[in-house]
């Protein structure tokens, strides 16, 4: 662990936000750049959200660059390693599972998120594998670009998109409209 050389804060929001009283789970399927998986803890550090990471890591979670990125707070990431998604479906049976993709047919705002929901991202150069798009056909979702030429966002902040949007769906109790009933 890297040693706490920041000073404290002395800005501190006391907001009295309604957190989930279950910890949703956001997982990263084979990751490959340090900074991003390092960014994504420092976020699940920071809402306590589980973080679950499916082998191959094209990293080693000692890398300075991911504890870099995390800064200090890598002791307040509660972290579940998996060699293979197959693990982690047996981890999480009850679960209800998302996975976000740049092809996706339904927009990461249609679902109404609840707490404990498995939040699912892939690699930055290849995204999930087709096999698991398909096994999930109907869970399936992605952020909307306008089709300029950018094949996606980096996974850090798609990752911050979908946890946030997540975490005030089960704050104000309520559903996305797009997945209100008519």
């Known amino acids: 662990m890297l040693k706490n050389n920041h000073p404290p804060h002395t800005r501190t929001a006391a907001f009295d936000y309604p957190w989930p009283k279950e910890a949703l789970h956001l997982v990263l399927v084979a990751p490959e750049i340090p900074p991003n998986t390092g960014n994504i803890a420092r976020l699940c550090a920071a809402t306590e959200t589980i973080l679950h990471l499916v082998e191959p890591l094209g990293f080693r979670l000692t890398d300075a660059a991911v504890r870099r990125a995390g800064l200090d707070y890598w002791d307040r990431v509660p972290l579940v390693r998996h060699p ?67 094949r996606s966002l980096n996974l850090a902040t798609a990752a911050g998109i979908v946890l946030y949007e997540a975490l005030r769906q089960i704050a104000a109790g309520t559903t996305s409209p797009e997945s209100a009933p008519p």
């Open 84 to 150: 293979d998604f197959a693990d982690l479906e047996r981890t999480l049976p009850q679960r209800r599972f998302f996975l976000f993709s740049c092809g996706a047919p339904a927009l990461y705002t249609s679902p109404a998120y609840r707490a404990g929901d498995v939040l699912v991202f892939g690699s930055e150069s290849r995204g999930l594998p087709d096999a698991l798009l398909t096994a999930h056909a109907g869970r399936v979702l992605g952020i909307p670009m306008k089709p300029n030429g950018v």
